[in-house]
Nanobody, 115 residues
């Protein structure tokens, strides 16, 4: 059974930094990454990284966020800097499994940026 478990969310002041971590289990993943959902909005891409280390960033976070992955440990981390109130959201770990291409989601971790 595939599981994605996030950690690292919390409250941070505007201009501050946070690092989110996610560990996967129960399978191997072609793509891992992060999405977020703010109140009243649809879930949106933050960043993904595939098995060739190709990174994809949303325009809203480019230059402020760096995604990294440890294939052996099945983890994906995102370092977020210069946070603003616009970054306040629930952040979800995402993974696409190899072979089946099925998508999986974590439970989400809240990030709140105070101005």
């Amino acid at each position: 059974q595939v599981q994605l478990v996030e950690s690292g969310g919390g409250l941070v002041q505007a201009g501050g930094s946070l690092r989110l971590s996610c560990v996967g289990s129960g399978g191997s993943f072609r793509i891992m990454g992060w999405y977020r959902q703010a109140p009243g909005k649809q879930r949106e891409l933050v960043a993904t990284i595939d098995s060739s280390d190709v990174r994809n960033y949303a325009d809203a976070v480019k230059g402020r966020i760096a995604i990294s992955r440890d294939y052996a440990k099945k983890t994906v981390d995102v370092q977020m800097d210069r946070l603003t109130s616009e970054d306040t959201a629930v952040y979800y770990c995402y993974a696409k499994r190899i072979i089946t291409d099925k998508d999986y989601w974590g439970q989400g971790t809240q990030v709140t940026v105070s101005s």
